[in-house]
Structures are given as C-alpha cells and as structure tokens.
C-alpha cells in the first residue's frame, strides 16, 4: 500500500496535507526519514509520525451521541447525515449500525466492519437495546405486561417480547426531563425499553399499539456498550479497547 494511503486511512489527515507531511520528512520508515508518498508500505515496517508509531488498522469503531435533525445515513443531498459529524478525513467506508429515527438521539455505533455490523443487528444474536422514552399520558404496568408478552404492531408485525420499566408518571411540569413547552401540560411518563430487535419505528409503534405517543427517545446501550455520559449530543469518539472487547465478547 502506498504511504500516503496508509496514513490517510488512519484518518490522521487529508491525503493532501499528509503528503505535504511526508515530503517534509515528517514520516519515517523503519527509522528512516522518506520523502515518496508512493513509497510502497509492506507488512512489518514501523510508520512513524512526528516520531510517534502509527499502526495500521483495518477497521475503525466510532461511537456518535446522535442529535435530533440528523439522518442515519451516509449521503443525502438535502440532509444532514451522521457521518456529516464525523471528522472529514474519517468518512470513507463507514456507516452506522443500524438506524435511529431523525428525531431520535443517543448511541449510534459507526463503522466499516460491515461483519460486526451484520451480528449486532442480526435478531439472531439478541442484541439488548436500550432506550429513554418520554411519552404522552400515563404509561400503566398493563402496558409493561403488553410489552412483555410480544406487541403486535401497526395491526400485523409481531414484535419480541419487550421490558418496559416505568419510572414517573405524573404532571409534566413535576417531571425534572420535560424540556419543550408542548411537553409541559397534562401527563406525561418516563420510561425505559430494552428490545432485542429494530424494526422501523420500532419504540414508537409499540406506543402506539397500546394507545399512546412518544415524545422523546434517546438510545442509551447496545449490548454492553453503553453511551459515554461525557459525550456531548453531535459529538463522536473512537471505542476504547474494553469497549471493542466488550462487544466482540457477545457476539
Ligand atoms: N424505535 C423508534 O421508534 N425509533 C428509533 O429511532 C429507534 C427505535
């Protein structure tokens, strides 16, 4: 592989500002300062930048804190995409893990191990997904029942069994989570749901199925990885070794 490719598929920088790097002497091989950025790269040979080691890896895992207004997608001519809010140079090869509504916000998975991607969304594998729901009216442990015991949606699809926990059910103006002003008259619930599948709408269907309609919902773990409190909403980060070993480990 070239040496301007290896570097700029790390996402260390455009192609262009790398291969300006490179013919100032920024990069050496094997301790050696080299100045081609056609300089063909072969297994074992140390890259260094600025003096620091860069490995080559094939894969990349990105953790987003979607924001509401974007799509899950990874090109649209009028729309603001998820892979908008990824750094330029990191773009190439990756797509979300499945999908969140454009309202929706929370974890959102980004990848281009297409591999990883196809276990965690298979309904083979069970894949917990949990969510944060705020929802119009009261949400009623009959309900959590229905959940339980499989949802038929939009008068058809049948769902997996669901948890529903309920965790306040009151005024909306005695909900300290309430934020827009259509949110702060009557009763409104929140809640958590863990489903195993993701079937369009799927959160928002099952509401609906029992009579009610979501507000808000924020997507808080996938499997085991669970989204960084530290992570701004719009904002993305690599996944730690423990979280990649976490996820692997379930699969
Ligand atoms: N269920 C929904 O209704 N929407 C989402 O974005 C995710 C789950």
Not at 5 to 33: P, Q
Not at 220 to 236: I, R, V, W
């Amino acid at each position: 592989m070239r040496l301007d490719k290896y570097l700029s598929d790390m996402g260390l920088a455009s192609r262009a500002e790398l291969k300006k790097e490179i013919r100032a002497g920024l990069i050496t091989v094997n301790g050696e300062s080299v100045r081609d950025p056609g300089f063909h790269v072969e297994e074992g040979m140390e890259i260094c930048r600025k003096g620091a080691p860069v490995r080559y890896e094939a894969f990349v895992y990105y953790m987003l804190n979607k924001p509401a207004g974007v799509i899950s997608a990874t090109e649209d001519h009028r729309q603001k995409t998820v892979l908008d809010l990824l750094p330029k140079e990191h773009r190439k090869g990756i797509a979300p893990v499945g999908r969140l509504d454009k309202d929706t916000v929370g974890l959102l998975l980004l990848t281009n191990d297409g591999e990883l991607a196809h276990r965690l969304l298979s309904p083979k594998h069970h894949v917990d997904k949990l969510y944060y729901a705020r929802v119009r009216g009261r949400v009623t442990e009959d309900d959590a029942r229905a959940f339980a015991g499989g949802l038929r949606i939009a008068g058809e699809l049948l769902c997996l069994p669901a948890r529903l926990e309920i965790l306040f059910v009151g005024a909306a103006r005695e909900s300290a989570a309430a934020e827009s002003p259509e949110e702060n008259t009557g009763d409104i619930s929140e809640v958590r749901v863990t489903i195993q599948e993701g079937k369009f709408h799927q959160i928002k269907r099952m509401f609906e199925a029992v009579g009610k309609e979501v507000i808000y919902l924020k997507r808080l773990s996938m499997g085991p990885l669970a989204l960084d409190p530290e992570l701004p909403e719009g904002s993305c980060r690599r996944l730690t070794a423990e979280e990649l070993d976490a996820l692997f480990a379930v699969l």
